[in-house]
C-alpha cells in the first residue's frame, strides 16, 4: 500500500466512527439528515482528491476511451 | 393508469433500449473477455452508469422509499453510509482488481481467488456461493416488477404477466451482446432513473408542498429523529457496506473501463449518481409520510405517491423503477452465468475450448432467467428470508477477498473453509430468526467467518506462487495508480 492509500484508511476509520457515534448520540433527536449528507460529501470530495493523480493516465497509455 | 398507457410505456423503453443492444452487437467479437467485459474497452461515462445502475436496484424507490416513510431517516444513515463505503473501497480495490484482471487475463471476480490461491475450488466455492445468493436477490427484482405492474394498473396487468416482461427484457439485453449490450443499456436506464427522479422531486416541490416539505414535516419531527436501534443499523449496513468488494455484479465492472483515467471517472461518477439518487429517494420517503400517513404497508408508499401525481410523470417513474429491476437483473444473470461457465465448468472441464465455454455461458443466461422467474412466481415466504441474507452471504467472500490482496499467509484452504463455514452459518440464523446478543446474522458470520480463515491459513501452506502474485498487483498498482 502506498502512503496515499494508508492516509485514506486512516480517513476512513475517522468516518467510520463519526459516522455512527454522532447521530447517534449527540445529533438523535435533531440535525442528523444535514449531518449524513455532509459527512457523505465529505468523502466523496476526498475520493475527487485522493484519485486527482489518475486523471489523463490514458493519454500515456496509449488507450482508448 | 391504463393498461395501454402502461403497455405504450414499456413497448417505447424496450423499444430504444432492443436498438442500444443492436447497436452494440454490431461491435460485438469473439471471446470470453469481449462478451463479458466488452474487451476491457469501456469508457469513463459508461462505466460509471452501468456500475450505477447495477448498483441501484429497484430497492431504492420502492424499499427505501418504504423504509424511509415507516422508521424515517434512519434509513438515509443507512444508505449513505454503503455509499461512502462503496467509495472509500473503490479508490483502494478497484485499482487491484483492474490491474489483475489485466495482467491474469480474469473474467470474474472468483476467478481472481482461484488464480491468487492456486486451487480452481476458491474461485468454484464463491461462485456456488454466488449463484445461491443471487438468484433469489434477482427474484426479488421481478417480484418488486410484478408487484408494481399490478398496483398501477389496477389489476389490469397480471403480477405474472408483469414478471414475464421484465424477465424478457432483462433476457434480450443481457444474450443479446454480453457486457456490451448491457453496459449501454445500463446507461440508458441510468439516465432514465436521475430523470424521472427528478422530474418527481420538481412536481413533489412545486405542486404537492407549495408551502415546502420542511413546513409540512413539522408535524412529523419523528421521522427526523434516528429512530433505529444500534444493532438494526449495524445489522443492515454492515453486509451493504462491503458490496462493492463482496457482490460479483459490481465487482466485475471493475475489470472494464478501459485506462486508469476511465476507472477514476467510474468512480466520481458513480459518486455523484449514488448522493442525489440516494437523497431524492429518501426525500420521497418524507414526501410520502406528509402526505398521506398511516398506509398499513410502508412500501406501498411510492405507488400511493404515483397515484397522486399526473399519469404521464406517474408513467415515466414506473418506467424508472422498471429500469432499476431490469439492470440490477440483468447484471446479475450476466455474471453468473459467466461465473458458472468460468468458474465451475471450467474448473471441472479444465481442457475446454474458449469456444464451447462461451457457449455454455450463453446457454445459461436463459435458463438463469427462467429460475428466477420460477422463483419468483412460488412467492414463497423463503425468498423473502433468501434475499434477505443475500448480502449477508455473500459478506462471508470478505475474508478470502482481503487476503487475496493483503495476507501473504492466506491459503485456499482458509478461503474454501471461511466462505463454506460462513455461508452456512448467516444461513442458518436466517433461516432459524437467530440474533444472539440481539445482533444481526452478517456480524457472527463475518466474525466466524474471520476467525475460520486466520486459523486454517495459518495451519496451511500459502500456495508457492503468493509473491509472485501480489508483487505483480501491488508493483502494478503503483507504477500505473500511485506515481
Known sequence: ?65 | MSRTLILAGIALWFTLGSLLSWHARRNLGKGMIEYFLADRKVGGFISAMTYSATTYSAFMMVGLVGLTYSSGIGSLGFEMTYLAATVILMVIFAPRYWAAGKIYQLVTPSELLSKRYGSPSAGAVSAVLCLVMLIPYASVQLMGTGYLLEILSGGAISFTAGMIIAAGVSFVFSWWAGLRSVALTDAFQAVIMLAASLLLLGFIAFALFPEGLQGALSARRDLLEVSWSFPLFLGLTLPWAFFAVTNPQVVQRLYIPSSVGNLRKMILGFSAFGFVYTVLCVVFGLAAAAKMPGLEKADNAMAMLLSSVPAPLALVVFLSIMAAAVSTMNSIILTLSSMFGRDVVKALLPDISEESELRICRLLIPIITIACFFFARMQLGLIAVLSAMASGGLLMQLPATLGAFFWKKATAAGAVSSMVVGGIAVGFMYVEGLKPLGHWPPLWGILLSGVVFIAVSLATKPPLDTDRFLSSVEGFVRDRFWS
Open chain 1, 1 to 65: 500500500m502506498t502512503r496515499r492509500e494508508k492516509l485514506w484508511v486512516l480517513f476512513s476509520l475517522f468516518y467510520g466512527i463519526a459516522n455512527v457515534v454522532v447521530p447517534f448520540t449527540i445529533l438523535k433527536k435533531a440535525g442528523s439528515f444535514t449531518f449524513w449528507n455532509l459527512i457523505t460529501a465529505v468523502v466523496l470530495l476526498a475520493g475527487v482528491w485522493v484519485t486527482s493523480g489518475w486523471a489523463g493516465k490514458a493519454d500515456h497509455e496509449g488507450e482508448g476511451r
